[in-house]
């Protein structure tokens, strides 16, 4: 009921009361009885105000706590209007709960499906998001509304806690259970009234471990490389100041320039070995790929390797499936059979033995070459196929290796999905296999 409303009520009531008053004035018990019947009305519409009030009040209460059942359309009061808008504003909420519910779910897909852990703290410092990726990766127990100060990875927790002192944006590298992350503090602030209010921090942690192994391989090859170049460039620089420091014997000269003219072949080796790697490595790389028949190609290596065979007198026995098919690039793979049949030669003392076969097996095209050389021992194997690295420094320096060539073998074997598996007993041989898809 509106005031004014209310005022010309109370008035006209007041003008009742004194008018049954003036009416009776000499008849008290009729007085009376008016008076209680004029007074019961009232009473009850303010008892029943009261209780309309107490009902709107506990539908309030029941919304605030979230207790109303969504969709929930009754009538609450007597008042048909406060019922309508009451209903409306349930519908209201029940649209934005289910707004915010279907975000929610968005986000989660969205975060679960991304690899980085993901982590949103808000200005108290509690959790309100995290994903499935930042409790398996970081091996974590948190739920939401947790404190952060529950983490008990130190990393973690201090560049948190700093993030919360600084509240600015923030990248750091991080070691997280020996893996590198790149680390992100991203502020959140909401703009009200032209004011922004920090409200939280999300975090999120790039696993960068491959990045970081990729970059210390480089370095690592960068620093080998040199090594491996000191070696031939010393000789040479050597060399040629003996042969600058005065007038020698023309045996002396012919014997420092033949060294500087090994020395320079050797860095040649090395220098195109390391370009082929790299070429190999390159995203860019362009296979020329063709149907190979590996019978043949192999036949063609031995004809190319045929002099060495005879120089230390070993005896190649080949046992090869006619038209033996694969699709490659011909050249490609003839280095790698070009290199393992080398070092079958080298490591294998004169007089003795080396075997190829070729055969399909299940779904591959598969070549075998072994030897009855020095072998390797079991502990070095896995090592063998690194950038480099020689079991016998002083044995391969002899030969001409450059400690690329398994190294060329395994990578070009990978851009041609083909695998390589070795197999050795030291004094007994060495045995490589190759497995190419067929066809
Ligand atoms: P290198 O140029 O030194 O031969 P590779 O990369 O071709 O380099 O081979 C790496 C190392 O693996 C060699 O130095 C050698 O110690 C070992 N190795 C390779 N092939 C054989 C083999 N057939 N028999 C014994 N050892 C081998």
Redesign the pocket.
Same mark, same amino acid.
């Given at each position: 009921m509106k005031f004014n409303k209310l005022i010309i009520y109370g008035f006209l009531y007041v003008v009742l009361l004194v008018s049954v008053g003036y009416l009776t004035r000499n008849k008290p018990l009729l007085m009376i009885g008016l008076y209680v019947l004029i007074t019961i009305p009232p009473l009850y519409y303010f008892y029943w105000i009261n209780q309309e009030y107490a009902k709107m009040n506990d539908v309030l209460e029941k919304i605030i706590n979230n207790q109303l059942e969504k969709s929930h359309v009754e009538r609450f009061v007597s008042n048909r209007k406060f019922n309508a808008n009451l209903n409306r504003l349930m519908r209201n909420i029940d649209k934005m709960r289910l707004i915010k519910e279907e975000d929610q779910l968005a986000i989660e897909i969205l975060t679960n499906n991304i690899t980085s852990p993901i982590i949103y703290i808000d200005r108290d410092g509690k959790i309100r998001y995290v994903n499935n990726q930042f409790l398996n990766s970081f091996e974590v127990n948190l739920e939401i509304n947790d404190i952060y100060e529950k983490l008990r990875n130190k990393t973690i927790y201090k560049f948190i806690d700093d993030a919360f002192i600084f509240e600015t944006k923030n990248i750091e590298t991080l070691i997280i259970n020996e893996r590198y992350y790149q680390a992100n503090a991203i502020p959140v602030k909401n703009k009200i009234n032209n004011h922004y209010t920090f409200i939280g921090i999300v975090f999120i942690f790039h696993d960068i471990t491959e990045l970081k192994k990729y970059e210390n391989l480089q370095r690592e090859f960068l620093a080998d490389a040199s090594h491996e170049l000191k070696t031939p460039i010393s000789a040479i620089k050597g060399a040629s100041e003996i042969l600058l420091s005065g007038s020698h014997p023309q045996e002396t000269i012919k014997e420092f320039l033949t060294i500087i003219k090994e020395e320079n072949d050797r860095m040649e080796r090395i220098v195109n070995d390391i370009l082929l790697l790299s070429r190999l490595e390159s995203a860019n790389l362009t296979l020329n790929l063709e149907k190979i028949n590996l019978s043949e190609l192999i036949l063609s290596v031995k004809n190319m390797l045929n002099y060495r065979l005879i120089n230390k007198n070993q005896t190649l026995h080949l046992d090869l499936t006619e038209n033996l098919a694969t699709t490659g690039d011909y050249e490609r793979l003839k280095t790698v059979f070009l290199?393992?049949l080398?070092? !079958?030669i080298?490591?294998?003392d004169e007089n003795k033995a080396i075997y190829i076969k070729s055969y399909y097996q299940d779904n591959y095209a598969v070549v075998s070459?072994r @030897?009855e #050389?020095? #072998?390797?021992e079991e502990k070095?194997l896995p090592h063998?196929?690194e950038?480099?690295?020689?079991? @016998?420094?002083a044995? *391969?320096?002899i030969?001409?290796?450059?400690?690329?060539?398994? !190294?060329?073998?395994k990578s070009t074997l990978d851009i041609h999905n083909a695998k390589i598996e070795v197999k *050795?007993k030291v004094n007994e041989?060495?045995e490589?296999i190759i497995y190419f898809n067929k066809g």
């Open positions: 290199n393992l080398n070092n !079958a080298n490591y294998t070459i @030897d #050389g020095i #072998g390797i070095t063998i196929f950038r480099f690295y020689r079991v @016998d420094k044995r *391969s320096r030969t001409g290796g450059t400690g690329l060539g398994l !190294a060329i073998v *050795s041989g060495t490589f």
